[in-house]
């Protein structure tokens, strides 16, 4: 009997997959048929889940043996309490990790070149400031999992001084690695550019607070592709607004889209960008979901495996 796949996501999401996904299935060999509603819960083997599809009671999917998020953030599913089957986040290198790097990269580097000072020059303004080397610039990664540590790996390839924060301790190549609360502080102590590349949970939430932002070395600069409740809005303003922090480049926001009243827009030193950091690219996604059905299939452990009591 074939597989029963559910693919619970936006129209725009089935468009993109309804032909792509059971091709990927195909081509690692399972006999599986992808449908946009179950007629009998009892009989899917799979959910492919994004929030946008709008399921929100697991209860009757008895048989399913995980939900596939095509996101790699999973806090609006992470605390649903009929929820019980294994939960899988979005890790995809060749598209959602490779259009982070991308991001942060031409955003640090922007930062780092002093772009913006040269866009804003009046004519006549020769004002000759030298950038520094990438090796005198500190760039601290909030967050060291799939995303954070590819960004990291880059930024060292182009000679920064990188430093990270994870919950656990870890070792990377070039990389000055901190973890737990003690670590935080030294890692934010000597950072000219902060990226925050953590999921949202219970422990994040609020991370960058008036405090946090002030042991930034004055002018430093925020870069949140992460969550936008990482960050206190109300403290980044004041830290924007006394200098404290030169510039804020955010992706993410409480409410997305950001309200159009939102100080965010219309301050001198904010970038908005809308959510588009990256995305889960559809062509490699698909692979990676048949992949992971694949593995489970033949009895090998669920790769991307959420934590729950973790909240990512
Ligand atoms: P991972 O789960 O692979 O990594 C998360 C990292 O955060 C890990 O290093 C983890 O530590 C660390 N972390 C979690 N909680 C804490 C804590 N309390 N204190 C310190 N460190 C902590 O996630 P990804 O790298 O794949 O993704 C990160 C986030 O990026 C996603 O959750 C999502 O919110 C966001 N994202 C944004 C996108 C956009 O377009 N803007 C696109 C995709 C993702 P440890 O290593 O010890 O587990």
Known sequence: MPLTVLFSASDADWDDYKDILPNALAQVGLDAQV???????????????????????????TRARAVLSLWAGVE?????PSLTQPLVRMSDPEGLTAGMVEWVTGHV?????????????????WVATVPPLAKDRRVCILGLGELGAACAAMLTQLNFQVSGWSRRPKELAGVACFS??????????DADIVVLLLPQTPDTENLMNAARLNILPRGAVIVNPGRGPLIDDEALLAAL?????SHATLDVFRVEPLPADHPFWTHPNVTVT?????????PSAARRIA???????AGAPLPGLVDRSAGY
């Open 35 to 61: 449908t946009r509603s179950a007629a009998d819960p009892a009989l899917v083997d799979y959910i492919v889940y994004a929030p946008t599809g709008g399921l929100t009671d697991f209860a009757p999917f």
């Open 109 to 125: 580097l922007r930062h780092h070149l002093g772009i913006d000072a040269h866009r804003a020059a009046k004519p006549g303004e």
């Open 241 to 245: 607004d006394s200098g404290q922090i």
């Open 180 to 189: 737990g609360a003690d670590g935080l502080g030294t890692a934010l102590r």
């Open 274 to 282: 809308p959510h588009i950091a990256s995305a889960t690219r559809a």
């Open 291 to 297: 992949k992971t059905i694949e593995r489970d299939q």
């Open 76 to 80: 609006k599913i992470v605390g649903t």
